[in-house]
């Protein structure tokens, strides 16, 4: 028996191990595109508001002494700040992702022995967890999900554990902190609030069913009132006032962010994606969120599990939850595998507890068919992921990916900043870059100014670039030359934006301009502006 514990314990160790060297990369290095904080805006909303708050303007994105609110929940924000306290360089997200990481497959493993999985299917099934795509490449993304997987999975385990005054306080704040961390999780909320405190109505008794509820309302109000303060009021009525949620499902036409009308064509995609098909992208890439069979394989199990006491409660709030966050999600415009990341774990458990159904049955012959089939899909997935997993730590440790974005910024400081040291006033450079990703990097020698009004924040350029007249570029372009000011464009950041292509060439045609630095292989090109004679 020693020799078996022993055996479980190496084998889970490789899986410790084998995750670190999926998350081994050096975030500061020029080898990675951590540097280049994708996707945009939503990952400078987090970062900035952080650094700000450090710098004591608030949750709020700042620059030059001017402040813009932030449209992101703050809990994300404020977990980075200890981060930055160590050394204040936005890159420093990483490891407080890495960290979320490794708690979140911890909470995984403990539900799992709650649940009292075999440590057989315990094994596979977080072999399968911590070496999905999305668990080793989402932390390189400063995005609140890296946090809201460990508290979904938080949740998961509050209310799988004992009932206790304790265990309600902490339930309560576990609620609040899945809603401030990503706002579309209030379908979660409600259910778990809902299916909580109807657990404490059913199995406590007396005053201990009083108390137990009373404080898990109680504390739930409390904590939302203090992080909260009314900007979810606020936030419904301007969905209310902005999209039609009730709209039929026969028009979308003028549906706004969210809508009914969305949901048979987004519903179907979801349901793909969570059952192994080719269903939806997770931003920009395109891996199926579940691999088949797996995805069919959960669903079968919750579903011979709500026939199994033990194993009840589990499958009803998994179900509930996938249900729930789905419908909700399938009426917004835009669907994304990223607005149900969060799900990932919480499905793989639900795997867990179908084989371990099969594992529990009497008959022989289930047993067994439950053996080949866990066996076979072992087997499948190493196949199928040996050449994937290969990759991702030959990349981590021999290979490189280039942050062109960073150097960008890095080529601007090389070349203006001894321009600046000669010039009586600061340059300016004309960028399609966000200026808050310029600030991360920047020497500080030269203030920016927007390329295109087409660019990101798009209302909001007096707080993100200064007070100016932004009615006419040319002419804004135009004040500064005539004020004597050094003026220089940047071409990197135009992308697959045609706007922005266009705003350029008017650029171009409006003024002379004269290339003093090549980089990038031509994409990070550094001109001069001056007046055509």
């Known amino acids: 028996m020693k020799h078996v514990d022993l055996l479980f314990k190496l084998a889970f160790l490789s899986l410790f191990l084998l995750l670190s060297l999926l998350l081994f990369r050096n975030p500061f290095s020029v080898r990675t595109l951590i540097p280049n904080f994708e996707p945009y805006p939503d990952s400078l909303h ?4 952080a650094r700000c708050f450090l710098a004591g303007q608030g949750f709020s994105l700042c620059r030059e002494g001017r402040q813009l609110e932030t449209s992101v929940p703050p809990l994300y924000a404020m977990s980075l700040i200890p981060f930055f ?15 979320f990481t490794l708690i979140s497959v911890g909470l995984f493993f403990v ?6 999985i075999h440590r057989i299917i315990q094994f596979a099934t977080v072999f399968f967890y911590v070496t999905h795509q999305y668990v080793y490449w989402f932390p390189t993304l400063a995005m609140a999900e890296n946090l809201l997987i460990p508290t979904m999975l938080l949740v998961v385990y509050l209310f799988l554990a004992p009932l206790s005054k304790k265990n309600a306080i902490f339930s309560a704040f576990a609620m609040i902190a899945l809603y401030e961390i990503k706002y579309v999780t209030f379908p979660l909320v409600g259910l778990f609030g809902a299916l909580y405190g109807l657990r404490i109505l059913l199995e406590q008794k007396g005053r201990d069913r009083i108390k137990i509820f009373g404080l898990f309302v109680c504390f739930f109000v409390i904590i939302f009132m203090l992080f909260d303060q009314g900007k979810s009021i606020r936030a419904i009525f301007e969905i209310a006032k902005s999209s039609q949620f009730v ?5 979308t036409s003028g549906s706004g962010y969210f809508s009914t009308a969305y ?6 995609l979801y349901l793909r994606s969570i059952f192994g098909k080719q269903g939806l992208a997770l931003l920009w890439r395109a891996e199926p969120f579940i691999y088949a069979p797996l995805g069919f394989m959960i669903f079968a199990g919750l579903v011979l599990a709500l026939f199994k006491k033990e194993h009840r409660r589990a499958s009803i709030y998994i179900l509930g939850a996938v249900f729930s966050q789905v419908l909700f999600l399938s009426s917004f415009y835009a669907p994304d595998s990223r607005y149900i990341l969060q799900l990932l774990p919480v499905l793989y458990i639900g795997l867990a507890i179908g084989f371990q159904v099969m594992w529990e049955n009497q008959h022989r012959m289930v ?4 053996y080949a089939l866990l066996s076979l899909v072992l087997v499948w997935y190493l196949i199928s992921s040996a050449t994937r997993l290969r990759f991702a730590i030959a990349l981590n440790l021999k290979y490189a990916e280039t942050p062109w974005y960073y150097l960008s910024v890095q080529k601007l400081n090389e070349v203006i900043d001894p321009i600046a040291k000669k010039s009586e006033k600061q340059p300016v450079v004309i960028s399609a870059l966000v200026p808050y990703f ?5 020497s500080k020698s030269y203030r920016l100014l927007p390329l295109s009004p087409h660019q990101e924040f798009p209302y909001a350029k007096t707080e993100v670039w200064g007070d100016r007249d932004y009615s006419d570029f040319k002419q804004m372009y135009q004040a500064e030359l005539d004020a004597g000011v050094p003026v220089y464009v940047s071409n990197y950041g135009l992308g ?5 292509h266009q705003s350029f060439q008017e650029l171009n045609s409006w003024f002379l301009l004269t290339k003093i630095a090549d980089g990038c292989y031509d994409l990070c090109n550094v001109y001069q502006v001056t007046e055509k004679q």
């Open 46 to 49: 987090y970062i900035t508001s």
């Open 85 to 99: 306290l160590i050394r204040n360089d936005p890159r420093m997200f990483y490891f407080a992702n890495v960290l």
């Open 111 to 116: 539900i799992l022995r709650r649940l009292k």
């Open 247 to 251: 709209q039929s499902v026969e028009s």
């Open 263 to 268: 949901i048979p064509k987004h519903f179907p």
């Open 367 to 370: 047993r067994y068919c439950g």
């Open 438 to 442: 310029v600030d991360f990097y920047s």
């Open 496 to 500: 697959n934006v045609p706007q922005l």
